[in-house]
């Protein structure tokens, strides 16, 4: 569903990616793993569109998307959970939903109802402004505001960066379910055991670089592994 194949970035002349390759097939969850500063999230905003690519392609669904607008990629079915949640705070919760609602057909039909069963503390606070909403209602509704556009590729930056326990084990419940539906995932997260609970590969990057990729049984086997490119 998702290649990319050799990516490279930079911001101004700093060059952030020199290779980076990583796939994402139709009902997979992929996970990018890396230390803080290896160019997770710069991978994330150059699949979005958010960077242009300096080199490198990147194509969906067999399409080039390489330096296309962020709207056209978004449009072609890859939904976008932001690093910073990134909610709309003048807008209620059911506000914030609808504004991203797409029609598109895929494996589920999201709507508010099936949002709102999904994340029950969102019926809740439906009426809530998004700066009325904890870190972790607005993580929740993050990806409700996501799964609206009915996404064949769902992307979340930093998952769970910041939440609680009890709302990251609602998170990884929530991830658990969707992968069940045959929903295709790329995943950011520093909680690398949980991600290994249920995530089919793993992509590791260093300093720009993808070094690593393999499944999770492979992952947890290799206690060096996460000395070497995981652990601060």
């Given at each position: 569903?998702?290649?990319?194949?050799q990516l490279q970035a930079s911001y101004g002349a700093a060059q952030v990616l020199f290779d980076i390759s990583l796939d994402v097939g139709a009902g997979e969850?992929?996970?990018?793993?890396?230390?803080?500063?290896?160019?997770?999230?710069?991978?994330?905003?150059?699949?979005?569109?958010?960077l242009?690519?300096?080199?490198?392609?990147i194509r969906f669904d067999g399409v080039a998307v390489t330096g296309l607008a962020p709207y056209r990629v978004a449009k072609a079915g890859i939904g976008l959970v932001p690093e910073g949640r990134q909610i709309f705070p003048t807008l209620t919760v059911e506000e914030n939903l609808v504004a991203t609602a797409s029609a598109r057909s895929?494996?589920?039909?999201?709507?508010l109802d099936s949002v709102y069963e999904l994340f029950p503390r969102l019926k809740e606070r439906r009426g809530n402004l998004g700066t009325q909403l904890s870190g972790g209602e607005q993580q929740m509704l993050a990806i409700g505001r996501a799964l609206m556009t009915n996404p064949k590729l769902l992307i979340l930056d930093e998952a769970t960066e910041g939440l609680a326990p009890l709302i990251r084990a609602e998170i990884w419940s929530c991830l658990k379910r969707l992968r069940g539906e045959q929903q295709s995932i790329l995943v950011i997260d520093k909680n690398v055991d949980a991600l290994a609970g249920f995530a089919d590969r793993h992509v590791i990057i260093e300093k720009g670089r993808s070094v690593w990729t393999g499944t999770s049984a492979e992952l947890v086997a290799d206690a060096g592994l996460k000395d070497r490119y995981l652990h601060v």
């Open positions: 569903m998702l290649t990319v194949r969850v992929v996970t990018l793993l890396g230390r803080n500063g290896m160019g997770k999230t710069t991978t994330v905003r150059s699949i979005m569109g958010l242009r690519p300096r080199g490198g392609e895929g494996a589920r039909r999201w709507t």
